[in-house]
């Protein structure tokens, strides 16, 4: 018989943000675009970037910040901390060893970095659901933290328009308590479409090999099989994880996806038949933040009134590999 996996608690939510706003007008001075062509297809108005020396580390040390502050976790008692990130500052070190020592985690303590673009956070679920349910730890931090700005090519409307620069963070703990806080969780990958979304780190030749050679890095997008594929695939999986959960989708209260595109989260909402008040949506805001996306939405949906807590939702995200995922989940009182 399978051993029974202790079950996990959501303990606390946060997020960070930079303070700059560059709105679709402002990027008409980039290049030719308009505030109608941008958010009639995209339903951004604006995004946030990081500036000055600001970079994804200090985004997610805040996020964390709050999150930990939520959970009534004390910091020493953190016992592991993941960063999910596409975009960080420096590929080494990690993003999560610099935000345990940001945060005075103890020096012992393991950290290291997911990759998996956009559906970081909802794969940091699931590895913390893993050490978790199987005894290993017994508090981690989650960090999903970006700064795409950094990596886009500023010249290229097709993929500028989408992004921007944000953190959001999990602490997750067993539940004492022995209510579970995934209801179902599912997580997956297609390597054989990776041209759809990728980033080459080309890095430089060995001159005494060849002669150098300026190559180009930086998010290469081919929006329309993104938009397609993602539309086809991610309800499949929700209705799995409804499944799973062994509800139908009118008992969820709430869609939180991965801010992409309105007209992605809009071809959900309906294939799920929620109202406007189910589905949480902020990208108007702040463009697609990559895998900081969910936890910010979910966050500032609890600020903002939109979101009630003693609640359910479903997560969703999709991301460059590709990857994607989904997952149902307690919102407990508290979290954020
Ligand atoms: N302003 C004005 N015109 C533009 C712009 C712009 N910013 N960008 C592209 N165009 C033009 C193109 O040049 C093209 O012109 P042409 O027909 O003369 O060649 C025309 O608009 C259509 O371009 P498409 O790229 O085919 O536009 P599309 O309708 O597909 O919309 C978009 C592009 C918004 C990117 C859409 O494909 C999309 O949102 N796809 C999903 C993207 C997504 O979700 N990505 C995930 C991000 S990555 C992640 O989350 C990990």
Known sequence: MAEKRIPLRIAGVGYG?????????????????????????????????????????DLGFE????????SGVKIEDIDLVLAASSAPPQLYPAIACHIQAKLGIPNYVPAFDITAACTGLIYGLQIARGLIGSGFYKNILIVATDNNSKLVDWTDRSTSILFGDGAGAMVVTRAEDGIDDVLALDIRADGSIGEYIYMDMPGQTCPLVEPAEQKDCHIKMNGREVYKFVVTILPKYIEKCLDEANMKAEEV????????????IEAMQSRLGYDDSKVISNIRYYGNTSAAS???????????GKIKLGTTAILCGFGAGMTWGAAIVRLREGIC
């Not at 996020?63 to 939520?70: C, D, R, T, V, Y």
């Not at 969910?294 to 903002?304: M, Y």
């Open 63 to 70: 996020a964390a910040k709050n999150a930990i502050e939520k």
């Open 253 to 264: 209260d709430y869609l939180i996806p991965h801010q992409a595109n309105q007209r992605i």
């Open 294 to 304: 969910i936890p910010i939405a979910l966050a500032e949906g609890v600020e903002n």
């Open 17 to 57: 943000l930079p303070k700059a706003v560059v709105t679709n007008d402002d990027l008409t001075k980039l290049y030719e675009t308009s505030d109608e062509w941008i958010y009639t297809r995209t339903g951004i108005k604006e995004r946030r970037v990081v500036s000055g020396n600001e970079t994804a580390i």
